[in-house]
């Protein structure tokens, strides 16, 4: 069974930088992708990056770009979002997800994860101004 967990949520103050982490367990093909989405009290989930693990492309939404960082350790099945200059704005639950589909740009900022089929909990993220 193909099994995702989030970790590295926590409270940090506006300016501040926090690593999430999503361990990746049980695909039995090499294409697919990961993708970290979240969603604050209120809003619609928001897309925020998504990396393929084949050959590290990556996109982000135009909100954390510049900022925030997605990476992949293939040899760990594990990716990392490293997010730098957190704003208020910022705080929302984060989620992983992965699936057998491409990353790209529209998976970030249109599906927004919809459609993807495999999901961890979510890490609290909560940034103080």
């Known amino acids: 069974d193909v099994q995702l967990q989030a970790f590295g949520g926590g409270l940090v103050q506006a300016g501040g930088s926090l690593r999430l982490s999503c361990a990746v367990s049980?695909?039995?093909?090499?294409?697919?992708?990961i993708g970290w989405f979240r969603q604050a009290p209120g809003k619609e989930r928001e897309g925020v990056s998504c990396?393929?693990?084949?050959?590290?492309?990556?996109n982000y939404a135009d909100s954390v770009k510049g900022r925030f960082t997605i990476s992949i350790d293939n040899a760990n099945h594990t990716v990392y979002l490293q997010m730098n200059s957190l704003k208020p704005e910022d705080t929302a639950v984060y989620y992983c997800?992965?699936?057998?589909?491409?990353?790209?740009?529209?998976?970030?900022?249109?599906?927004?994860?919809?459609?993807?089929?495999?999901w961890g909990k979510g890490t609290q993220v909560t940034v103080s101004s």
């Open positions: 997800a992965a699936d057998y589909v491409r990353c790209t740009q529209v998976l970030v900022t249109i599906m927004r994860g919809h459609g993807m089929d495999y």
């Open positions: 990396i393929s693990n084949t050959d590290g492309t990556s």
């Open positions: 049980g695909f039995t093909a090499d294409d697919y992708a």
